[in-house]
């Protein structure tokens, strides 16, 4: 049984771990695909802030 909640953790952890390392976006990015600027446009709904081509997986907010 010690061995099964182990093994359950650690199995967690590994999810966790592999979920967070495929993105770095914040809690308040939320992109959108703008299709009246451009067909590859997005656009931040939280900053505003824009970019085109592929889907970001960064926050492109300007440093204040």
């Known amino acids: 049984m010690p061995v099964l909640l182990l ?3 650690v199995s967690v952890f590994l999810y ?3 979920s967070r390392r495929n993105s770095t976006l914040t809690r308040s990015c939320r992109w959108r695909l703008d299709r009246r600027v451009a ?3 997005w656009r931040c ?3 505003g802030a824009t970019t ?3 889907e970001p997986r960064d926050c492109l907010r300007p440093v204040r």
């Open 45 to 47: 709904a939280a900053c």
């Open 39 to 41: 067909p590859d446009a």
């Open 16 to 18: 966790l771990w592999l």
């Open 7 to 9: 093994l359950l953790a």
């Open 52 to 54: 085109r081509g592929r």
